[in-house]
């Protein structure tokens, strides 16, 4: 099998507004606010560095700065925190190589397809991937890595999918499913948040994307779609059919933080399971329940 173009650049949209989650989002980024001790941003971008990317291109728009600084070297923190012989260990995953760390902003909200679409520039001539961060993906591998494992199989389009309950699927991309082959699902058509009715499947659009830069040029003229946006869902469809298309079905966990109480569960599996804390908050956890 040839070589295909190695994925080392993701895109993050982050310009969202979190209003679900106001005030905590009045002055903080939502992707900062952490599942445990980790925000949000953190699990993305350790999600693609997992998969072997390297740069990592954040569309963000007012008020969404701090994820930058985020990433940045803290000098007085990390200056202090030495002379005090602390270990820096922690902040590890938060340095990057000097120009890895990419910001393009989106000005107008007017979705996500117009989100990536702000991205052209840096993405440039090359395949890339895309990563929500409200879909907070664990697995091992990670969500990205078994896409970039099944992009090296079958190249072209890939988004990653999970299946829910008919009643929930309007809130999200539906595929309509062709052949499926272990994990991987042709995809024969795209619809972004049909009425439960209409869809042509329950498999949705999770999150995680490995996209060919031809999207680009097919976001240029794209009309609005659901909720009067731009939506990539819609560019994509105009995708299948002149490039191979498929779904990775995620063989892991999904917890949507984009909703409040997804948000909560997420945090209570993460800290359940750690070494560090997972006894303690299982016996606050009984003893909530009494
Ligand atoms: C976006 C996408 C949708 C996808 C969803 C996953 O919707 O447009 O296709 O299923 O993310 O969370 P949004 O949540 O921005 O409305």
């Known amino acids: 099998m040839s070589a295909r173009k190695p994925i080392r650049k993701a895109v993050f949209p982050v310009a969202?507004?979190?209003t679900r989650f106001l005030p905590a989002t009045k002055a903080i980024p939502k992707?900062?606010?952490?599942?445990?001790?980790?925000?949000?941003?953190?699990?993305?971008?350790d999600e693609a560095r997992e998969a072997g990317i390297e740069q990592m291109i954040f569309v963000t728009g007012r008020g969404k700065t701090a994820i930058v600084e985020h990433f940045d070297i803290a000098f007085e923190l990390e200056t202090t925190m030495s002379e005090r012989g602390k270990d820096l260990g922690i902040l590890e995953a938060?340095?990057?190589?000097?120009?890895?760390?990419?910001?393009?902003?989106?000005?107008?909200?007017?979705?996500?397809?117009?989100?990536?679409?702000?991205?052209?520039?840096?993405?440039?001539?090359?395949?890339?991937?895309i990563l929500l961060p409200d879909e907070l993906m664990i697995?091992?591998?990670?969500?990205?890595?078994?896409?970039?494992?099944?992009?090296?199989?079958?190249?072209?389009?890939?988004?990653?999918?999970?299946?829910?309950?008919?009643?929930?699927?309007?809130?999200?991309?539906?595929i309509d499913p062709g052949e499926v082959r272990g994990a991987l699902t042709e995809v024969r058509g795209l619809v972004?948040?049909?009425?439960?009715?209409?869809?042509?499947?329950?498999?949705?659009?999770?999150?995680?994307?490995?996209?060919?830069p031809e999207v680009m040029r097919t976001l240029e003229d794209q009309?609005?779609?659901?909720?009067?946006?731009?939506?990539?869902?819609?560019?994509?469809?105009?995708?299948?059919?002149?490039?191979?298309?498929h779904a990775v079905t995620f063989a892991g966990r999904r917890f949507d933080c984009g909703s409040k109480t997804g948000f909560v569960e997420a945090t209570l599996a993460l800290a359940l399971e750690r070494d560090d804390m997972g006894e303690e908050v299982r016996a606050i956890a009984n003893r909530l329940l009494g």
């Open 139 to 174: 697995g091992e591998p990670g969500c990205m890595k078994q896409m970039v494992v099944a992009y090296e199989e079958v190249g072209g389009n890939l988004i990653s999918v999970l299946e829910v309950p008919r009643e929930e699927v309007s809130s999200y991309g539906v």
């Open 223 to 245: 009309e609005k779609g659901a909720g009067g946006e731009i939506q990539l869902t819609d560019a994509m469809a105009r995708m299948i059919g002149g490039q191979p298309f």
């Open 192 to 212: 972004e948040k049909p009425p439960a009715s209409e869809a042509p499947s329950n498999k949705i659009v999770s999150g995680r994307y490995i996209l060919q």
């Open 94 to 129: 938060t340095r990057f190589t000097p120009g890895d760390i990419i910001t393009v902003r989106q000005q107008v909200p007017l979705g996500l397809g117009h989100a990536i679409w702000c991205a052209r520039a840096i993405v440039g001539d090359e395949p890339f991937a």
């Open 16 to 18: 969202g507004l979190g």
């Open 31 to 45: 992707e900062l606010l952490p599942i445990v001790d980790r925000p949000l941003i953190q699990y993305a971008v």
